[in-house]
Every structure is written in C-alpha cells, then in structure tokens.
C-alpha cells in the first residue's frame, strides 16, 4: 500500500497524510494501551501518527513504530511522526532540547512534524502544569517570534521535516506570518473541529494561506474531566449524523471522519478499540453527498468540547483560539 495515497501537500512540499491516528489517553489509562493500539493503527493502515510530549507515552509508542519498522510492515519513511513543544520549554533555549528529549524517548533520528502545542506559555520547569501553593498555573511571558525561531532552527538541523502550530486562531497566526525575517511559515494549524465547531471561517483563512487544518476531537468521544465539561453533549448521537451514516451503511464517527476529508481538512481518529481503530480507517471507500454536507454544516454551533479553563489566567488568553474575545493585547 503506498503510505501516502491520501495525502496532502504542505507548504514547505513534504507529503502528510489525510487521515491521521491519535495517541492521547487520560492519565488513568495505563501508557501501555497506547503502544498496543499504535501497532494496531499501523497493521490496519494509518501512517500519520500524532503524539506529544504532553502525553507521556512516546517511548510506548516509539517502541510500537520501531517493532512495525523491524517487522517489515512499514519502513521509517513511510511513518508520518508528528510531537508537540510543551509550552514549559517555550524559551527558545528550551526548544532544541525538548525535541531532542521526545526523539531520545522515540529512538529516532528525526520527526516528521514538531509543532507548539498551544501559544499559552508555563513556567519552564519539569512540571507538567506548574502550579503555586494556591494551585494555580504559573504562567511565563515569551515572545512566540523567539519560540518559532527556535522550531526553524530545528527544521535546519534536521531534527524535524516540517513546523506547525496548534490551537492557534487567525490573530496569533497573523503573528507568526508577519514576524520580521520569517524563514518557513507554519505548515498546519491543529485545532478542535467537528460538526459542533465547523472552524468554517479558521478553514478559509488558514486555506488562503495554504496552511493545513488538522482536526482533533473529530468525534468528539473522549470524556476527560480535566479537560472537558462531563456533561456536553455526545456528538455521534446527533440524530443528522446517524441518519446520514443509516443512508451509507456507516457508523457516525465514519460520517463525521469523512466530512473533514470533503472538505480538505487533515483529521485525526483517537481509540485504543482494535474495533473502533479498523473502523475509523475506513473513510476513503465513501463519499458524501453535497446535501450531506451542507446538513452537517448546519449542526456548527460554536460549541467547544476542549475547555481549558486552567489556562483562562493566561495574560494572553485573549490571543487564544479558546476566547472568544479576539482583542489583541500588546504585540509580544
């Protein structure tokens, strides 16, 4: 099978895969599960495969990839490796380092994609979230134009193929596309996107400059507590989807997977379910209707899934792509 026959172009040429598998799981699920369903993921077909430092499993899933390489299913190149700056190591003096610690973890020489998790920067440190003796987060002031230098420097060095962002909006992307001497634009935007929260506008701008949109929580199925509302509503059992997947003989998480491929969005499935993950690959043997899709663009509501009310005491929260208020604070 040729790794990449669904795939997209990015902007600095590098192939990436349209279809994108998950590795993030709470922190009550033991990392195991997500070595186990990353061979899983490639046995069944995915070869974009998105992990972070955050996550704390890449040696997990690093040993996976690297069994599927010694076992003849997959060569090096044909895995689409993808981690994330944690935003304690935004010091540009940091960056380098961090990615050197996920390659250490992974055993491999470089990454296909490094991008900055989220532009809301922590306190350096090994805390994960640092927090003060009132167990608020303690957040750092850094200048995401040194932060992006810093990636360039590494996309240089050969530590990864290509640089990207997450959870950026059109104000904070705006910031790195008009930087003073900017070598390589990001090539992708990782945000929260699903029938709820169609980013129709984010889409549009971030197609005119021919950056890629990646969705997570596509399906919007994980229920963590840390990071979510428990009580929001269960998108796969929108009565629209189950009708449209009834007319198709799919499930709706299907449906909701191949709306984003329609319309030129990279999209990433996330289950440990041996099940769900042969399931969710099957998106390419299908194709919506224009009424389809333009009954699913009619669920958009705006509705995020992803609170991250932790992150509300940021000073630059306002810049974030969680706020809906997008007045601009000082240009640092």
């Known amino acids: 099978?040729?790794?990449?026959?669904?795939?997209?172009?990015?902007?600095?040429?590098?192939?990436?895969?349209?279809?994108?598998?998950?590795?993030?799981?709470?922190?009550?699920?033991?990392?195991?599960?997500?070595?186990?369903?990353?061979?899983?993921?490639?046995?069944?077909?995915?070869?974009?495969?998105?992990?972070?430092?955050?996550?704390?499993?890449?040696?997990?899933?690093?040993?996976?990839?690297?069994?599927?390489?010694?076992?003849?299913?997959?060569?090096?190149?044909?895995?689409?490796?993808?981690?994330?700056?944690w935003t304690t190591f935004f010091r540009p003096e940091l960056v380098r380092p961090a990615l050197e610690r996920s390659l250490k973890k992974l055993q491999l020489d470089y990454v296909d994609l490094f991008i900055i998790h989220n532009p809301l920067a922590m306190k350096s440190g090994e805390e994960l979230l640092p927090r003060d003796a009132s167990g608020n987060i303690i957040f750092d002031t850094v200048d995401l134009h040194d932060t992006w230098e810093a990636l360039e420097k590494c996309k240089d060095a050969g530590l990864t193929k290509s640089i990207g962002v997450s959870n950026f909006n059109r104000k904070l992307l705006e910031l790195i596309l008009n930087k003073p001497g900017l070598k390589y634009k990001p090539t992708c935007n990782q945000v929260e996107c699903h029938p709820y929260l169609n980013q129709s506008k984010l889409l549009e701008f971030c197609k005119s400059k021919n950056i890629v949109l990646v969705a997570?929580?596509?399906?919007?199925?994980?229920?963590?507590?840390?990071?979510?509302?428990?009580?929001?509503?269960?998108?796969?059992?929108?009565?629209?989807?189950?009708?449209?997947?009834?007319?198709?003989?799919?499930?709706?998480?299907?449906?909701?997977?191949?709306?984003?491929?329609?319309?030129?969005?990279?999209?990433?499935?996330?289950?440990?379910?041996?099940?769900?993950?042969?399931?969710?690959?099957?998106?390419?043997?299908?194709?919506?209707?224009?009424?389809?899709?333009?009954?699913?663009?009619?669920?958009?509501?705006?509705?995020?899934?992803?609170?991250?009310?932790?992150?509300?005491?940021?000073?630059?929260?306002?810049?974030?792509?969680h706020c809906r208020a997008l007045r601009i604070q000082a240009e640092t």
Request: glycine share 6%; with cysteine.
């Open 1 to 85: 099978m040729d790794p990449f026959s669904h795939s997209v172009r990015l902007n600095d040429g590098h192939l990436m895969p349209t279809l994108g598998f998950g590795t993030y799981a709470p922190d009550h699920t033991p990392k195991s599960k997500a070595g186990e369903a990353t061979k899983v993921a490639i046995d069944v077909g995915f070869r974009d495969i998105d992990a972070a430092f955050f996550y704390q499993n890449e040696e997990e899933v690093g040993k996976a990839i690297r069994e599927k390489i010694a076992d003849g299913t997959v060569k090096r190149e044909d895995i689409f490796y993808t981690t994330k700056l």
């Open 216 to 321: 997570y929580s596509a399906m919007a199925s994980h229920r963590d507590p840390n990071w979510m509302d428990p009580d929001s509503p269960y998108l796969l059992e929108e009565p629209t989807l189950k009708s449209i997947a009834k007319k198709h003989s799919r499930s709706p998480g299907q449906v909701a997977l191949r709306y984003q491929l329609q319309r030129g969005v990279v999209v990433l499935a996330k289950s440990f379910s041996e099940k769900r993950i042969k399931e969710n690959f099957q998106v390419f043997d299908f194709e919506l209707t224009p009424e389809d899709m333009q009954a699913i663009d009619g669920l958009n509501r705006n509705f995020r899934y992803a609170k991250l009310q932790l992150l509300q005491g940021h000073p630059a929260y306002v810049l974030c792509l």
